[in-house]
């Protein structure tokens, strides 16, 4: 994309790039929602494809976003107010934060090793 309103840039890691965001707008992929989550920031979320409408909608009932923007009804004005909205409510910052601490404090791949071991017998 090119243009005077487009800032294109090579790759950004997720992990160095949510948290400097005040908010951030993504396709609501499972890995993009994850990387959100630990990051801490609010989210606006624009499902296009497969699983996303899911991860949009549980980005939701977290309270980390104020609802999706369906691809289909993306604007400049839609994507502004829900940004705005994502932004100017502390309650989904407040959220997003908590949210990222509860996740740092996991351990994850702990659990999934533990379950294994429960399901073969170990």
Known sequence: MTGDDVLTVDEVPHH??????????HHAGAGTTAAGLRAGVPAVPVPAQM????????LTRLGVSPGP???RDLSAD??????????????FRGRA????TRIA???GAGAVVAAVGRLSGG
Not at 16 to 25: E, Q
Not at 78 to 91: E, P
């Open 16 to 25: 160095w790039l949510f948290p400097r965001m005040a908010a951030v707008v």
């Open 51 to 58: 699983d996303a409408p899911f991860w949009a909608a549980r």
């Open 69 to 71: 923007v369906p691809l």
């Open 78 to 91: 839609r994507l502004t107010a829900a940004l705005r909205q994502a932004t100017d409510t502390t309650a």
């Open 97 to 100: 934060q908590a949210l990222a």
């Open 105 to 107: 404090g996991e351990d």
